[in-house]
């Protein structure tokens, strides 16, 4: 284990360690490790899928503390998705290729730091149960804030209300397994 000062886009990110989620749930795939600019992913807190009220103010802070003294090799590294056709929106941007699915509060705490840009893994899903059950687990690395009661519950309804899961109690129950 080693604490790297400042991670950077030359930094060797050989030794962190490959997101244990991909053994673990089927439907994930690793594409590539690679060091992404900021402008080029959507990252909006809203549109964290398992946050309820969005992104955690103090984690944000425990996280900027934590990462202003360095970063363990030994901690995944924050998980984004490319998109298949770059993101267009008036309120999101124009032209990102990518889209956060692990990450949001460290994405915060690094732009406070005056970071523009960070190492990720880049991974594909099968389909959204898959997305959103990655997400619901993802968070392991420290400082972390533990998954609330009311978070589960944001994702599940997120998942019904986008009509990813139907409004049946025996479905949600198999996507939440």
Excluded at 10 to 21: A, C, E, Q, T, V
């Amino acid at each position: 284990m080693a604490i790297l000062p400042k991670l950077t886009a030359s930094s060797p990110l050989g030794k962190f360690p490959m997101n244990g989620l991909l053994d673990e749930l089927p439907g994930i795939k690793f594409v590539e490790r690679m060091w992404i600019d900021f402008d080029n992913i959507v990252v909006d807190p809203d549109d964290n899928p398992f946050r309820a009220g969005g992104n955690n103010l103090t984690n944000q802070n425990n996280l900027r503390l934590s990462l202003a003294n360095g970063v363990y090799d030994t901690e995944n590294l924050p998980v984004v998705e490319k998109l298949k056709v770059p993101f267009i929106s008036e309120k999101k941007g124009f032209g990102k290729d990518f889209v956060v699915r692990d990450g949001f509060n460290r994405i915060a705490a690094l732009r406070s730091l005056g970071y523009t840009g960070y190492a990720f893994d880049v991974l594909s899903f099968d389909n959204d149960v898959t997305r959103a059950m990655f997400s619901a687990r993802s968070n392991r690395h420290t400082p972390r804030a533990a998954s609330s009661d009311r978070d589960m519950n944001h994702m599940l309804l997120t998942l019904v209300n986008n009509d990813i899961v139907e409004n049946d109690f025996d479905k949600i129950g198999r996507a939440h397994a």
